[in-house]
């Protein structure tokens, strides 16, 4: 009987140990990638030798089961990028990406399948590391009137995550102060006319050049107007230009006034207006071979959507000294 006893302590540490539930005692860390670049990516089991064991790769989003590449020691995918190594002494399942692609990120789970309702599972997050791309939410554009609060955002996916600075056009002073605003939203509480212009969101992480948006905000305001001579002499019988500066947006109409009549292109005056950029433009009349009743104030007056403004221009007798 004592003879027996060795043989029954054995097998029962067998079964006993026949018995264990299977563990994952190793999983690789966090692996951050280039783009081009390898991985490995590493999983330890125990007690697993008559347990299915399976590399899975899962999006993100987490809104599927996954996407089996590997079971035991064979791949299940068709890519020679992905290659599979089982290391018998230390029961570890390494599975390795070569020339790694953007679409590679995501969690590699490590699965030890126990039944059909039960696993075991760790896994490794690989992130890529991506240049920086502007989102589709981020501001494109913008006209506000003046007085307004405004709020510019700016949003980009990369990894690691891109930090995100403004900037104005020809390094211009922002309206919250400095040529430089760092975050993602750029707010000005009560914007002017000198605000508007073209602001840049520039996104960087290192990764690449960086990415940048020219933002085009426009500030609708009512007419600035003028003179830069206010009074002019000339002689009977001569030709004289009258001139008014006027700043707006939109483009305000435009109309010269004396003794409360609006004039117009005739014989007597010629009325043109140019436009030196989008909220400048100059007016200027004409008046043809002056006669003594054209001397007198004459009124520019401009007009949009968000008010009116106007300027006066004294015409006056000037004797002609011959020489």
Known sequence: MKCLCPVIVLALCTFVSSQRTPTIS????????????????????????????????????RQSDGLPISTGS???????????????????????IK?????????????VLISLNNRISAEVDLQVRRPPIISDNSTRSLVVSEGQGVKLECYAGGYPPPRISWRRENNA??????????GNILKISRIHKEDRGTYYCVAENGVGKGARRNIAVEVEFAPVISAPRPRLGQALQYD???????????????????????LSNNQHYS????????????????????EKRQYGQYVCKAANKLGTAEARVELFGKAFLSA
């Open 26 to 61: 190793y999983i690789s860390q966090e692996q951050i990638k280039d783009i081009g670049g390898t991985v490995e990516l590493e999983c330890s089991v125990q007690y697993a030798q008559d347990y299915p064991v399976l590399w899975m790769r899962i999006d993100r989003s």
């Open 74 to 96: 064979s791949l299940i995918i068709r890519d020679s990028r992905f290659s599979l190594r089982y290391d018998t002494a230390s029961s570890t399942y390494t599975l390795q």
């Open 99 to 111: 020339d790694i692609q953007e679409t590679d990120a995501g969690y590699y789970q490590c699965q």
């Open 173 to 182: 002073i922002l309206p919250t102060g400095g040529s430089i605003y760092r």
């Open 240 to 262: 004289m230009d009258l001139e008014c500066h006027v700043e707006a947006y939109p483009p305000p109409a435009i109309v010269w006034i004396k003794d409360d009549v609006q």
């Open 271 to 290: 009325i043109s207006h140019f436009a030196t950029a989008d909220e400048f433009t100059d007016t200027t009349i004409r008046i043809i071979t002056i």
